[in-house]
């Protein structure tokens, strides 16, 4: 990608105010006048703090209990209107805050609350609030990304496919999975990452049939297939990119395996339309076939 279209770094200014009013309108099907949550990543994208025990979202107003060790980037980091509580008993300081609010029947995130953790709750509230199972509504309001959000994965996706730039600078007989997986990482972070996004995968010979496979101490030999997975975080954005290469040349049947794959993928692509199941990419990508 050319520096001219390197996309400059998002500000912080998403529209919260949007994503709140958003997981409102998800609740009045529930008819509940609170949701208590709990994921990380939706806590996140809701209040800015990245590292709570909850948030509690009512139709009057948004409040967020961090974890000891976060509370002062909490401070610094929830978004305009919310109150960030101090700190005490996780689930004593719930029950106070919805009866604040005046909230009887409270959502909770079903995918996201453990047993254990629903058990403590259960305590904590004793009896004053009951809990209403509700089902990715904040996940729906994810859905649609603003404009802020849209520059970040920009960013991490140029992030990710300038790093990937130099892995068949990278890739040389007698290097370790382990240590071009490293070096790979040690790139995304100097163009500006805040991390990678996953673990870095860089398989070789026969473990680059592994799709999720951990890079080890196997070296890299001539005559090889290699299988690079990788890619960029960027302020709680991720971008993803998976890649292959022959070390040095292929044969001719590792290039009729990589054609096969390469017109399985292009007919997937081809398949992806709005208002289709998303099986249908799956289903074309199988089908295809050689001429």
């Given at each position: 990608?050319?520096?001219?279209l390197?996309?400059?770094?998002?500000?912080?200014?998403?529209?919260y105010?949007?994503?709140?009013?958003?997981?409102?309108?998800?609740?009045?099907?529930?008819?509940?006048?609170?949701?208590?949550?709990?994921?990380?990543?939706?806590?996140?994208?809701?209040?800015?703090?990245?590292?709570?025990?909850?948030?509690?979202?009512?139709?009057?107003?948004?409040?967020?209990?961090?974890?000891?060790?976060?509370?002062?980037?909490?401070?610094r980091?929830?978004?305009?209107?919310?109150?960030?509580?101090?700190?005490?008993?996780?689930?004593?300081?719930l029950?106070?805050?919805?009866?604040r609010?005046?909230?009887?029947?409270?959502g909770?995130?079903?995918?996201?609350?453990?047993?254990?953790?629903?058990?403590?709750?259960?305590?904590?509230?004793?009896?004053?609030?009951?809990m209403?199972?509700?089902?990715?509504?904040?996940?729906?309001?994810?859905?649609?990304?603003?404009?802020?959000?849209?520059?970040l994965?920009?960013?991490?996706?140029?992030?990710?496919?300038?790093?990937?730039?130099?892995?068949?600078?990278?890739?040389?007989?007698?290097?370790?999975?382990?240590?071009?997986?490293?070096?790979?990482?040690?790139?995304?972070r100097?163009?500006?990452?805040?991390?990678p996004?996953?673990?870095?995968?860089?398989?070789?010979?026969?473990?680059?049939?592994?799709?999720?496979?951990?890079?080890?101490?196997r070296p890299?030999r001539?005559?090889?297939?290699?299988?690079?997975?990788?890619?960029?975080a960027?302020?709680?954005?991720?971008?993803?990119?998976?890649?292959?290469?022959?070390?040095p040349?292929?044969?001719?049947?590792?290039?009729?395996?990589?054609t096969?794959?390469?017109?399985?993928?292009?007919?997937?692509?081809?398949?992806?339309?709005?208002?289709?199941?998303?099986?249908?990419?799956?289903?074309?990508?199988?089908?295809a076939?050689?001429?």
């Amino acid at each position: 990608m050319r520096a001219s279209l390197r996309p400059r770094r998002a500000d912080a200014n998403f529209d919260y105010a949007r994503r709140l009013a958003a997981v409102r309108a998800g609740l009045r099907p529930y008819r509940l006048p609170g949701l208590l949550v709990t994921s990380p990543l939706n806590l996140r994208y809701l209040s800015g703090v990245a590292d709570a025990a909850w948030g509690l979202v009512t139709s009057g107003g948004c409040s967020v209990l961090p974890f000891g060790l976060g509370a002062e980037a909490a401070r610094r980091d929830a978004a305009p209107g919310w109150r960030v509580l101090g700190l005490g008993d996780a689930w004593q300081a719930l029950r106070r805050e919805a009866a604040r609010a005046g909230v009887r029947r409270l959502g909770i995130e079903a995918g996201a609350l453990t047993l254990d953790r629903h058990d403590r709750l259960r305590t904590g509230l004793q009896g004053d609030v009951m809990m209403i199972p509700t089902r990715e509504v904040v996940e729906k309001a994810r859905e649609r990304k603003d404009a802020a959000v849209l520059r970040l994965l920009a960013r991490a996706s140029w992030i990710a496919a300038e790093a990937g730039r130099q892995i068949p600078f990278l890739l040389r007989a007698g290097l370790t999975e382990r240590a071009v997986a490293a070096e790979l990482d040690r790139e995304i972070r100097a163009l500006g990452a805040d991390c990678p996004a996953f673990e870095t995968i860089e398989l070789g010979g026969s473990r680059s049939a592994l799709p999720h496979g951990r890079p080890g101490d196997r070296p890299f030999r001539a005559g090889d297939l290699c299988l690079a997975d990788w890619g960029a975080a960027v302020d709680g954005y991720h971008s993803d990119c998976t890649r292959v290469w022959c070390l040095p040349r292929e044969t001719a049947r590792q290039r009729r395996a990589y054609t096969a794959v390469l017109r399985a993928y292009r007919a997937g692509g081809r398949a992806v339309r709005g208002g289709r199941l998303r099986a249908a990419a799956d289903t074309a990508a199988r089908a295809a076939r050689g001429p």
